[in-house]
């Protein structure tokens, strides 16, 4: 069973604090604080954000304890502990500048960040999942251009049916330059 690293202490933390809403706390005696972490990111800067939501006894209006917390923003993916930002990096890095996960890994590395390769590839799966449907609605916007400018590169891709060895894939480019859409498209065959 894979286990998930914890995020190292050294790591910056910025907290941001989520209070419940519509709820008199001013008679209210908080309990302790239930504290979320996200590995986040913004450009050049790897850091923590921890949300913090105070849990809290108030009394209602018929005089019962009740307990209550702010509910935890919604993530892309359920229960990760890597924020958008920072899978929206890794993926513009894989995708757009063709740096591998392992090169990421490294670099993350460097900064002090040591992070399993599966647990990398499993948050570029589960949100590329989430974006299928976007990128299948901008290449169905693409291909109802009345121009259309393609292009093909073949390329050598590693094959899952024999380790080590490769198979002749056909990376495709399709631009509307009316609209300056762009989409990339990955096939084995021509």
Same mark, same amino acid.
């Given at each position: 069973i894979p286990v998930r690293k914890p995020i190292p202490p050294h790591i910056p933390r910025v907290d941001t604090v989520i209070e *419940?809403?519509?709820?008199?706390?001013?008679?209210a005696v908080k309990i302790r604080d239930e504290i979320t972490e996200y590995l986040?990111?913004? $450009?050049?800067?790897? /850091?923590?954000?921890?949300?913090?939501? $105070?849990?809290y006894k108030v009394i209602n209006a018929q005089g019962e304890a009740q307990?209550?917390?702010?509910? =935890? *923003?919604?993530?892309?993916?359920?229960?990760?502990?890597?924020?958008?930002?920072? &899978?929206?990096?890794? =993926? &513009?890095?894989?995708?757009?500048?063709?740096?591998?996960?392992?090169?990421? =890994?490294?670099? /993350?590395?460097? @900064?002090?960040?040591?992070?399993?390769?599966?647990?990398v590839n499993g948050w570029v799966h589960k949100h590329i999942k989430?974006?299928? $449907?976007?990128?299948?609605? %901008?290449?169905?916007?693409?291909?109802?251009?009345?121009? =259309?400018? %393609?292009?093909?590169?073949?390329?050598? &891709?590693?094959? @899952?049916?024999?380790?080590g060895s490769t198979h002749k894939g056909f990376y495709w480019v399709y631009l509307s330059p009316v609209d300056k859409s762009i989409c990339f498209e990955y096939d084995k065959t021509r």
């Open positions: *419940p809403e519509g709820v008199d706390l001013s008679q986040d990111y913004k $450009p050049g800067k790897i /850091f923590v954000t921890r949300v913090i939501r $105070p849990i307990i209550i917390n702010a509910d =935890l *923003p919604s993530q892309p993916v359920a229960k990760s502990n890597v924020s958008a930002a920072m &899978v929206a990096m890794i =993926l &513009v890095s894989k995708y757009i500048d063709h740096l591998p996960i392992y090169r990421q =890994l490294k670099q /993350f590395l460097r @900064e002090g960040v040591d992070l399993s390769e599966s647990t989430l974006l299928e $449907p976007l990128y299948d609605l %901008a290449k169905k916007n693409i291909q109802r251009s009345g121009y =259309l400018m %393609a292009d093909e590169t073949p390329m050598p &891709v590693l094959s @899952e049916d024999k380790p």
